[in-house]
T-cell receptor, first 113, second 116 residues
Framework: DVKVTQSSRYLVKRTGEKVFLECVQDMDHENMFWYRQDPGLGLRLIYFSYDVKMKEKGDIPEGYSVSREKKERFSLILESASTNQTSMYLC????????????FGPGTRLTVT | AQTVTQSQPEMSVQEAETVTLSCTYDTSENNYYLFWYKQPPSRQMILVIRQEAYKQQNATENRFSVNFQKAAKSFSLKISDSQLGDTAMYFCAFSNSGGGADGLTFGKGTHLIIQP
């Protein structure tokens, strides 16, 4: 069974803090993704990675960065959290050639106060 | 760039009824994948059904089926004999099939409520 795990289900941070959201998958997937989910806006792609140390911007990368030092782990970093980054963050992964099979983590609900 | 549009923010039906969720998309690609994902309250996103654009036959998974109209760029989801456990957010999503690393493009979602 494919498993995508995220380090926290709920997180509360203060404005200006540096925030790390961690995602780990156990199926040796090459591709990993970070999405942001907001009511009425659906899911929007922040960043993705297709290999270790490789990263590509998605549709809304501003205010975020990512790190992929190991194949199984993909981190989303908020360098200086702001209240407009309060949201649900979903991680996903898939095999490079299995475009039709993307697996999602449970999500991290981040509140920035 | 692709866009996915779900025009029904919320729908409510009685248990055992049939319900259809609509989705339209825009792309210049000829081959691609379309998906319906379900997100129950406070639970994980799961894949309900997928369709590859070059396949003319509509996909079916038990009570879930799609009506894929490629020329009209329409991809609706039909849920037959709806159950209380079908209450969830439903997202339509699009993916190129070109083998790239790109993620999915999602619609804004439809909140489906099944009433007892």
């Amino acid at each position: 069974d494919v498993k995508v795990t995220q380090s926290s289900r709920y997180l509360v941070k203060r404005t200006g803090e540096k925030v790390f959201l961690e995602c780990v998958q156990d199926m040796d997937h090459e591709n990993m993704f970070w999405y942001r989910q907001d009511p009425g806006l659906g899911l929007r792609l922040i960043y993705f990675s297709y290999d270790v140390k490789m990263k590509e911007k998605g549709d809304i990368p501003e205010g975020y960065s990512v790190s992929r030092e190991k194949k199984e782990r993909f981190s989303l970093i908020l360098e200086s959290a702001s209240t407009n980054q309060t949201s649900m963050y979903l991680c996903a992964s898939r095999q490079r050639d299995r475009i039709y099979e993307q697996y999602f983590g449970p999500g991290t609900r981040l509140t920035v106060t | 760039a692709q866009t996915v549009t779900q025009s029904q923010p919320e729908m409510s039906v009685q248990e055992a009824e049939t319900v259809t969720l609509s989705c339209t998309y825009d792309t210049s690609e000829n081959n691609y994948y379309l998906f319906w994902y379900k997100q129950p309250p406070s639970r994980q996103m799961i894949l309900v059904i997928r369709q590859e654009a070059y396949k003319q036959q509509n996909a079916t998974e038990n009570r879930f089926s799609v009506n894929f109209q490629k020329a009209a760029k329409s991809f609706s989801l039909k849920i037959s004999d709806s159950q209380l456990g079908d209450t969830a957010m439903y997202f339509c999503a699009f993916s190129n099939s070109g083998g790239g690393a790109d993620g999915l493009t999602f619609g804004k979602g439809t909140h489906l409520i099944i009433q007892p």
